[in-house]
């Protein structure tokens, strides 16, 4: 019994550590006070506020699109990369292949949105596309960092897949696309869908690589929210929070349901 108590001791002290910052937050968001970390009385008066801030509102709706399409480019670019390193075998320059494709797990991220403002500089005065840079080169640096976790955890996959049941499939008759779409696909399900939710909470929380390669027609949430760190934070930030831990909990929930019901379907 007095072994047993010090791993839920250790779990309880972690979760603290991890969710009492959160909650605090969440907490001051109800406050009345002007002073973002300061107790005025329970009141709805800064999401009020946020509701008609104008300028926070399209920023969050960009971030937003800009994730979900970031993801879904992210998992569509990671599952080929996962499948050419899991299943294609030796073949010349994969050592290369496979460096260049995680080379965003491990570059800083300064060095990626500089590297991605010159490229699309360089692309620009040789096609003039983009002619401005904003939600779309958002979008595309995003989806290559995205696209390197995806690759991982689709390889991953892969690699621990056994291929009896693709192989019985043929047996019986099945095509490639028939037997991907009915076996494989439903396999790798639980690590598309991380991959998606990987990618989408970098793209929603990126500031560094967003500020190199945006430009005025396009500003994030967490652009917004790092230039109001220079004139002083308010509660509206607070509020903001709350909505974003709600929005992230209903998307990891839904998550959860829909591999649960594949995993129940399987």
Known sequence: MRRSAFPRLGLLL???FLWLPVLLLAGYAFSDARIP??????SWRWFVALAGNERMLAAAWLSLRVAAGAATLAVALGACIGWVLARQGPFRGRPLFGALAGAPLVLPDVVIGLSLLLFFVLLEGATGWPAERGATTILLAHATIGGAYAAVLVQA???TMERDLEEAARDLGAGP???FATIT?????PSLVAGWLLAFTLSLDDVVVASFVSGPAGTTLPMVVFSMLRLGLTPEINALAVVILLVALATAGGALLLLRGVIGRR
């Open 157 to 159: 996959r892969l690699a």
């Open 177 to 179: 696309a028939t037997s």
């Open 14 to 16: 972690g979760l603290l």
């Open 185 to 189: 696909l439903p396999l790798l399900a």
């Open 37 to 42: 970390f300061q107790w005025g009385g329970f």
